[in-house]
């Protein structure tokens, strides 16, 4: 996946709106509510039958099922592994029996579209993004809350409604670890999604929902990379060529349990704050720390499938992209730092122009990767990242 294919699939699912629209109005700022707009390809996000998907998931899902209620007068049964669809329906109609809407975690993989629509996301805004579903029978209320997480929603079957205040978002830090929390809600309006809608609602943003129906919706999470973010990957970069701040804070590694030496461990702080904001003078310094963290940010991805074993013997052949690959590259004196979701690989810094080629184009055939190499090293680039799932040969 390269930069542009990205923004086209985020284009596509937020149509009407545009996408310079988004980002320039509306990221991070305001609600963006989307009704009645027929765009067929967010209604089939999830595939043309979500709820087939879904319970066809049952190995998956059945034990991670979470839930949610406005106000519980019984417990929800268990999440538990369940041995066919037909059983985990049953378990799902347990949770609805008591009012409880189940909620699915994890849910990136139900159809290719929506796999690729979280990978452009990730892709432009530099961080992970989370997919989870809700399924609620009619009637079914949520607690009044926000969340430490945008949140785009895509309803796919039956109507909710939506209450969103008016309030400006708060932006809440995810590092807290706090999630959902609840809250109070004064000003708000109201909206009834159904299939196809889209509803973008900002971190700190308070908001309850209900079932008009039977309802089923993607709740897709990420958080862009915030000022927080980059100050601490200009720090991390810092620390690799300063050996001072990768020593023990305080004379002995035991001081700031017993609360001696203070005065020194603000000192060294303080000198530390004092060496970022010296280095961060050099806009290539930061150029490479946001460089850096968003190769670490594409290691920690799940692994890329790989379908089948493929290998290239000829520089004739043709390749693309792993419709889910992207990729960092980040160059040092010595060696070319390659990752991709889940993998790093350590290349010969002669090979730059040729991986850089690789990256840049979805489709290629081998002979046209460009540089100072063999068609011998062309095909063990090549081959190396059809071992890894970055690359597919295209038949």
């Known amino acids: 996946m390269i930069l542009s294919e990205a923004q086209k699939i985020l284009a596509d699912i937020l149509g009407p709106a545009t996408y310079d629209d988004f980002f320039d109005l509306i990221a991070a700022e305001k609600p963006l509510v989307l009704l009645g707009s027929s765009n067929q390809r967010r209604a089939q996000l999830a595939g043309l039958d979500p709820k087939a998907a879904l319970l066809s998931g049952f190995a998956k899902y059945a034990q991670n099922l979470t839930c949610h209620i406005q106000k519980a007068t019984v417990p929800p049964p268990e999440a538990k592994a369940v041995e066919s669809a037909e059983a985990f329906a049953a378990l799902i109609r347990e949770f609805h029996q008591r009012d409880y809407t189940v909620r699915f975690p994890d849910v990136t993989e139900l159809s290719p579209e929506l796999s690729k629509f979280t990978r452009a996301l990730e892709f432009v805004f530099q961080n992970p993004a989370g997919v989870v579903v809700f399924w609620s029978e009619g009637g079914a209320k949520a607690p009044v809350h926000h969340d430490e997480v945008d949140?785009?929603?895509i309803q796919l079957v039956g109507t909710k409604r939506w209450f969103i205040s008016d309030a400006t978002p708060t932006l809440p830090n995810q590092w807290r670890g706090l999630g959902e929390t609840s809250a109070v809600m004064n000003s708000f309006k109201t909206y009834d999604v159904q299939p196809g809608d889209l509803l973008y609602v900002p971190r700190g943003t308070v908001h309850t929902v209900e079932s008009i129906s039977e309802s089923i919706h993607l709740s897709i999470g990420f958080v862009p990379v915030t000022q927080r973010d980059a100050i601490i990957a200009a720090l991390d970069l810092l620390s690799d060529l300063d050996k001072p701040l990768r020593s023990n804070l305080a004379p002995r590694a035991d001081?700031?349990?017993?609360?001696?030496?203070?005065?020194?461990i603000h000192m060294q702080i303080r000198q530390g704050v004092e060496k970022l904001k010296q280095i961060c003078q050099s806009d290539l310094f930061i150029r490479d720390a946001l460089n850096f963290r968003r190769s670490r940010m594409i290691q920690q991805l799940p692994k890329l499938p790989v379908h089948a074993m493929q290998n290239v013997n000829s520089v004739h052949t043709k390749v693309r992209h792993n419709p889910l690959a992207i990729a960092g590259l980040f160059?040092?004196?010595?060696?070319?730092?390659?990752?991709?979701?889940g993998q790093q690989h350590?290349?010969?810094?002669?090979?730059?122009?040729?991986?850089?080629?690789?990256l840049s184009r979805q489709e290629f055939s081998v002979s046209e990767i460009p540089g100072d190499v063999s068609d011998d090293v062309r095909i063990a680039l090549v081959n190396k990242m059809l071992a890894g799932g970055y690359l597919e040969v295209l038949h």
């Open 255 to 264: 001081h700031l349990a017993t609360g001696q030496s203070a005065a020194q």
């Open 331 to 341: 160059a040092t004196d010595d060696i070319l730092d390659f990752r991709q979701p």
């Open 346 to 358: 350590l290349i010969h810094l002669g090979a730059e122009a040729s991986v850089r080629f690789i």
């Open 151 to 153: 949140v785009i929603v």
